[in-house]
T-cell receptor, first 114, second 114 residues
Framework: QKEVEQNSGPLSVPEGAIASLNCTYSDRGSQSFFWYRQYSGKSPELIMF????GDKEDGRFTAQLNKASQYVSLLIRDSQPSDSATYLC??????????????FGKGTSLLVTP | GAGVSQSPRYKVAKRGQDVALRCDPI?????LFWYQQALGQGPEFLTY????????KSGLPSDRFFAERPEGSVSTLKIQRTQQEDSAVYLC????????????FGPGTRLTVL
């Protein structure tokens, strides 16, 4: 079983602070790494994707990837109450049949308090 | 089309009933995935299509689950003789080509089996 692990939380941060979400994965063959945000009762919404080691920034979001250590993280700067949601880490990579199906973690619940 | 659509959004079935869940992918998207998301869990892979070919069905929980995509666009996930453990949100995602392309999710169908 190829594992993707996330702390389930809840992670509580005050408004305006940096939220740091972490994810580790077991399959060294993983090639692509995604962060999805999921509001309660809604479907996953793509926030960021990253393929290469290092940092990738998009607005208030920064994804960090370290393939040697097999972890990927998401930083949310200037956190807002509207960022309160579950954040799903997903990875994929070559698989003989499943066309790079996403392997998801269980998600980390983030609560941004006013 | 604007995005991935799924119908119905909600389905209540009595145990033993058959259900059919529909997914309309983004127009022109070659790859289509079905995922099952239980409460408090991340989505889990069920099956994968490339055009009309079902290339992987290894995630289907039992032979009561059947999926098809006869013309390479709309897909239907059918569950026969539903059981309470089938209660979950069923998510459909599509990608332009596949591989490490971003997967775009539909709103999901919430199935409740009584």
């Amino acid at each position: 079983q190829k594992e993707v692990e996330q702390n389930s939380g809840p992670l509580s941060v005050p408004e305006g602070a940096i939220a740091s979400l972490n994810c580790t994965y077991s399959d060294r063959g993983s090639q692509s790494f995604f962060w999805y945000r999921q509001y309660s009762g809604k479907s996953p919404e793509l926030i960021m994707f990253i393929y290469s080691n290092g940092d990738k920034e998009d607005g208030r979001f920064t994804a960090q990837l370290n393939k040697a250590s097999q972890y990927v993280s998401l930083l949310i700067r200037d956190s807002q109450p509207s960022d309160s949601a579950t954040y799903l880490c997903a990875v994929n990579g070559p698989n003989s049949n499943s066309g790079y199906a996403l392997n998801f973690g269980k998600g980390t619940s983030l609560l941004v308090t006013p | 089309g604007a995005g991935v659509s799924q119908s119905p959004r909600y389905k209540v079935a009595k145990r033993g009933q058959d259900v059919a869940l529909r997914c309309d992918p983004i127009s022109g998207h070659v790859s289509l995935f079905w995922y099952q998301q239980a409460l408090g869990q991340g989505p889990e892979f069920l099956t994968y299509f490339q055009n009309e070919a079902q290339l992987d069905k290894s995630g289907l929980p039992s032979d009561r689950f059947f999926a098809e995509r006869p013309e390479g666009s709309v897909s239907t996930l059918k569950i026969q003789r539903t059981q309470q453990e089938d209660s979950a949100v069923y998510l459909c995602a599509s990608t332009l080509q596949g591989g490490t392309d971003t997967q775009y999710f539909g709103p999901g169908t919430r199935l409740t089996v009584l």
